[in-house]
């Protein structure tokens, strides 16, 4: 399938699963969650063009995360535009921040830029702490608009909303996967040095991925504070970002698109139902534990477990 | 008469206190077979990686085809025609024969090409690449799937994929029967005469001495001796370097 | 004045880097020598601290030799850990991305196992020495950041002696360099890696207890500490346990000026942001092998 058809398809099935979902759906509360599952689909899938696609592990997707939430606090006071330009902001800051700690520090070894991406989270957490015109550590209140600039309430403009930003990481992995670019992001990951000598730009495909990478988890950051409504930087920045983020391609797979998704959907759902009905930090559990294990017996995801003879990424 | 090709000068390189290359002087022509010895660790993986930019040379220079490489990247001495293959192959795992070899003409031959490659054009150079090095049946396997004489082949090919007009080849045949040995060495023979400049670097000495127009001898991080395969294997530091005192 | 703030500020902040160097000298080993990316070290330097307090809540026991009294589990800890880390990754040649993951993994298992024990509340420890202070001239030190600082340079400097001197601690020293002439020379590096990873948890054992002692503790503390020990360890040079030192105290000076003058919720910015330079700029450390 063409990477154009692709996305023509992916469009078709985001207005398809919202009209569904305004239709038969009557309980809020679907709606609610379901923004939650749709963001780690975003996430998951941005951390897998850098992890799984160019295999450089990022620790610190908290940190892009909060600078597109964090965007958008500032942006709301200063003048509050409406949700998208907030997203295209977000992913810009959070692409440029991406791109600088790239040229920082992917010359290293992976290990180096690994860490690096901690830091990066808790530096950015830090500085937002210490604002006081974002609330400083005491938090900041966001009202909702009182209508929605579409169809029914706010809520299901913020879903809506999700449901396209989710819909486009995906096309955007799809057509990475497939193009000239994926091929070159396979061997940096396969093998550095020799993708190198065969005349792969190594460093400049690698602040690609990062920058591609980052903005999106900005892009997903930014419509969180109408979300949530009261945002301070301990929730912002929740270590639980950083873990599912890495879980979740792990657990579903990380060598395409559909690894992510379906790692997203199928932990996303698992803490939903678990943060209601046991605690939510048991569930915090389930999901460390479940990353550790699949690191260490399945390292290939649940796509890996389902197909394990056909590892074929690309179509020649 | 040919142009030279590789310009070296005075090239050196350390590891901390560990002199590896040690004012390294050499030129290379137009479509010359150049074998390079020397016993272990006298430095030829060393200038190796130091030409193809694998690592940074601490002084001097290399010139190749008119453009000075001092600084520039791995990959852009790749696309300007110096392509080199590497002595344990270094596959990519995760993709297929074909597509391993798909890398470098995405990459470097649309460079040097300058038009755009079309699919069919990549697809076909693919075809020729494979039969070139007999792994036609082999296209989408993958790398873990092949023997050692097939990995070692497709890691030639993979040079070869670059379009280079200069081809280092390390060490391709060691631990190679005689048979596959004469296979390589045919191989290279062939692209020699399509106008490929080859460097071969070699401890199988019977395919050194029928390959190579000229014998360069690295001893520990020095050159000690440049000239025909008779000249150099009669040279006297040479003798004392493989065989002692 | 402001001389009195800042011979004290750079006084503490010795004394907080000599603690630093505890918490750090287990990641110089698994880190700095045997190259495994132990993202979850603080992690247990906490859990070292909450065994601690509970043995001084419970039975009284005082911090230091609980400290002393929990190393062999943690030990033991260590080399199942390594166990299941060689098995699944190293064998594999997989360390790289996947390794790292597992220990973030643990990293987070031990936090919130941790959160779900004892809740989200500072636990502290009692012991004869905490509440004092020393005064000399206008330096004001007080003796539980002194002790801690004390008793890391005691453990640093009998881990140098091990290193140096014992077989054991010479093989340690040589598998991080070059693991094959080890095996030439038949010894398994894999055992050698075992025990000197078994050591580095051992080391967050007492790690902890200092910690406990120095402050109140809760399990999300670990995070602030990361940043900490990989700047330390990465500015140090990676194994070399003297420019570890000098980099702790480095940091710990710098923090401490930090909170003094800036306020200390700025503190955390300054390792990691020590740590994102050093990387971008000098990755090989202040006295580190090139």
Not at chain 1, 30 to 34: I, L
Not at chain 1, 115 to 127: E, H
Not at chain 2, 208 to 217: E, H, K, N, T, Y
């Given at each position: 399938m063409k990477n154009s058809t692709f996305c023509l398809l992916t469009a078709a099935v985001v207005i398809v699963v919202f009209a569904l979902a305004m239709v038969a759906v009557t309980n809020d509360y679907?709606?609610?969650?379901?923004y939650v599952v749709l963001q780690y689909i975003v996430l998951a899938t941005a951390w897998n063009i850098l992890g799984?696609?160019?295999?450089?592990?990022?620790?610190?997707?908290?940190?892009?995360?909060?600078?597109?939430?964090?965007?958008?606090?500032?942006?709301?006071?200063?003048?509050?535009?409406?949700?998208?330009?907030?997203?295209?902001?977000?992913?810009?800051?959070?692409?440029?921040?991406?791109?600088?700690?790239?040229?920082?520090?992917?010359?290293?070894?992976?290990?180096?830029?690994?860490?690096?991406?901690?830091?990066?989270?808790?530096?950015?957490?830090?500085?937002?702490?210490?604002?006081?015109?974002?609330?400083?550590?005491?938090?900041?209140?966001?009202?909702?608009?009182?209508?929605?600039?579409?169809?029914?309430?706010?809520?299901?403009?913020?879903?809506?909303?999700?449901?396209?930003?989710?819909?486009?990481?995906?096309a955007l992995a799809r057509c990475i996967e497939r193009s000239t670019l994926g091929f070159g992001l396979a061997a940096v990951r396969d093998d550095e040095q020799a993708a190198e000598a065969a005349g792969v730009p190594t460093l400049k495909l690698k602040l690609i991925s990062t920058a591609l990478s980052g903005a999106l988890m900005g892009m997903a950051g930014a419509p969180l504070p109408y979300y949530v409504t009261y945002l301070d930087p301990t929730s912002g920045f929740n270590l639980a970002y950083a873990v599912n983020s890495i879980a979740m391609p792990l657990i579903g797979g990380m060598t395409s698109w559909v690894g992510p998704l379906l790692g997203a959907i199928f932990l996303g759902t698992i803490q939903q139902a678990a943060t209601v009905t046991i605690s939510s930090s048991l569930n915090l559990l389930l999901v460390g534990v479940l990353l550790v294990l699949f690191v260490v017996v399945a390292p290939h995801g649940l796509i890996g477990l389902w197909q394990p003879r056909r590892r074929s990424r690309v179509s020649s | 008469m040919s142009e030279t090709l590789l310009q070296v000068r005075g090239l050196s390189k350390h590891f901390g206190g560990f002199i590896a290359?040690?004012?390294?002087?050499?030129?290379?022509?137009?479509?010359?077979?150049?074998?390079?010895?020397?016993?272990?660790?006298?430095?030829?993986?060393?200038?190796?990686?130091?030409?193809?930019?694998?690592?940074?040379?601490?002084s001097g220079s290399v010139r190749f085809d008119g453009n000075a490489l001092d600084g520039m990247p791995a990959y852009q001495r790749t696309r300007l025609g110096l392509a080199r293959s590497f002595q344990l192959p270094k596959p990519f795992r995760s993709l297929t024969v074909v597509q391993n070899l798909h890398v470098p003409l995405l990459f470097t031959a649309k460079h040097r090409a300058g038009a755009h490659l079309s699919t069919a054009q990549i697809d076909a150079r693919c075809e020729e690449l494979l039969h070139m090095v007999a792994l036609d049946g082999k296209a989408r396997v993958r790398p873990r799937d092949l023997t050692q004489i097939e990995m070692r082949k497709l890691e030639l090919a993979r040079a070869m994929a670059a379009a280079p007009k200069l081809l280092i080849a390390d060490e391709a045949m060691a631990g190679l029967s005689h048979s596959e040995v004469d296979d390589i060495l045919a191989l290279l023979v062939k692209l020699n005469q399509s106008g490929v400049t080859v460097i071969l670097i070699e401890h199988i000495?019977?395919?050194?001495?029928?390959?190579?127009?000229?014998?360069?001898?690295?001893?520990?991080?020095?050159?000690?001796?440049?000239?025909?395969?008779?000249?150099?294997?009669?040279?006297?530091?040479?003798?004392?370097?493989?065989?002692?005192? | 004045m402001f001389a009195d703030l800042l011979v004290n500020a750079i006084a503490s902040g010795i004394v907080l880097g000599g603690f630093y160097a505890a918490v750090s000298v287990g990641l110089a080993?698994?880190?700095?020598?045997?190259?495994?990316?132990?993202?979850?070290h603080p992690a247990f330097v906490i859990l070292g601290s909450f065994c601690v307090y509970v043995l001084n809540q419970r039975w009284g026991i005082d911090p230091l030799i609980g400290g002393i009294v929990i190393t062999p589990f943690f030990f033991a800890l260590g080399a199942g850990l390594y166990g299941i880390y060689h098995y699944s990754f190293e064998r594999r040649g997989e360390e790289g991305l996947r390794g790292l993951a597992f220990f973030f993994g643990i990293l987070f298992i031990t936090e919130v196992a941790l959160i779900l024990s004892f809740g989200v509340d500072y636990r502290f420890v009692q012991a004869f020495y905490i509440d004092d202070t020393l005064h000399i001239g206008f330096v004001d030190l007080a003796w539980r950041t002194l002790v801690p600082c004390l008793a890391a340079f005691v453990m640093i400097g009998a881990l140098q002696l091990f290193m140096s001197r014992t077989y054991i601690g010479r093989a340690i020293l040589a598998v991080s360099q070059d693991s094959l002439a080890l095996r030439l020379m038949s010894i398994n590096p894999n055992r050698v890696k075992l025990i000197a990873f078994s050591l580095s948890l051992a080391t967050a054992a007492i790690a902890g207890a200092l910690l406990i002692i120095i402050q109140p503790v809760e399990p999300s503390i670990g995070r602030d500490y990361i940043g900490r020990v990989f700047a330390i360890v990465v500015l140090g040079g990676m194994g070399s346990f003297p420019g570890m030192l000098c980099a702790a105290i480095l940091l710990g000076v710098a923090e401490s000026l930090t909170a003094t003058f800036y306020g200390p919720s700025w503190a955390p910015a300054v390792s990691f942001g020590i740590l994102l330079l050093t990387l971008a700029f000098r990755p090989a450390g202040i006295l580190g092998r090139a």
């Open positions: 679907f709606f609610f969650a379901g799984g696609y160019t295999g450089y592990i990022n620790f610190g997707t908290a940190g892009f995360f909060a600078i597109g939430a964090y965007a958008s606090v500032v942006l709301h006071k200063l003048w509050g535009p409406p949700i998208p330009v907030l997203i295209l902001v977000g992913g810009v800051l959070a692409g440029l921040v991406g791109l600088g700690m790239g040229v920082l520090t992917l010359r290293l070894r992976g290990v180096f830029f690994a860490i690096g991406t901690l830091a990066l989270a808790i530096v950015v957490q830090t500085f937002v702490t210490n604002w006081d015109y974002v609330g400083g550590s005491r938090g900041v209140y966001i009202i909702r608009p009182a209508t929605a600039p579409l169809l029914g309430t706010y809520i299901h403009y913020l879903f809506l909303v999700m449901l396209a930003l989710a819909g486009f990481s995906i | 290359l040690d004012d390294i002087s050499l030129d290379i022509k137009e479509g010359e077979r150049i074998g390079l010895i020397g016993p272990n660790g006298s430095g030829k993986s060393t200038l190796v990686n130091c030409l193809s930019g694998a690592l940074k040379h601490d000495m019977r395919a050194v001495m029928s390959f190579s127009d000229r014998l360069v001898c690295l001893v520990a991080g020095r050159k000690v001796a440049d000239g025909t395969p008779r000249e150099v294997v009669h040279n006297p530091d040479v003798e004392r370097a493989y065989l002692g005192e | 080993i698994s880190f700095g020598m045997l190259d495994i990316g132990n993202l979850a």
